[in-house]
């Protein structure tokens, strides 16, 4: 049974970059064909994807946050990091970490973390 499990702090204030990290049980992020996705969902709104880092270690971005988005891994811990840089109150929202094997939607979700940009 595969877990994530995000962490990471639930107040981030103006300017700053957001850091979130998913660590994964179960399952090794480098095993083919899945790919690791962190999602968000602002409050009042639906599911955003945010970008993947795939089991080959490379990551791909939504073109809407891809100036301002990082994600990489550290394989000797299996996990996958997030970092959004110079947030606005707009990126308040609860953060997933999930896995996607292929092309097919996410099949193993964390429980999802609040972050709120405030100062």
């Known amino acids: 049974q595969v877990q994530l499990q995000e962490s990471g702090p639930g107040l981030v204030k103006p300017s700053q970059t957001l850091s979130l990290t998913c660590t994964v049980s179960?399952?090794?992020?480098?095993?083919?064909?899945?790919?690791w996705s962190w999602i968000r969902q602002p409050p009042g709104k639906g599911l955003e994807w945010i970008g993947y880092?795939?089991?080959?270690?490379?990551?791909y971005y939504s073109p809407s946050l891809k100036s301002r988005t990082s994600i990489s891994r550290d394989t000797s811990k299996n996990q996958f990091t997030l970092q959004l840089s110079s947030v606005t109150p707009e990126d308040t929202a609860v953060y997933y970490c999930a896995r996607a094997a292929g092309a097919t939607p996410a099949d193993y979700w964390g429980q999802g973390t609040q972050v709120t940009v405030s100062s």
């Open positions: 179960g399952g090794s992020i480098t095993t083919s064909f899945y790919y």
């Open positions: 880092i795939a089991y080959s270690g490379n990551p």
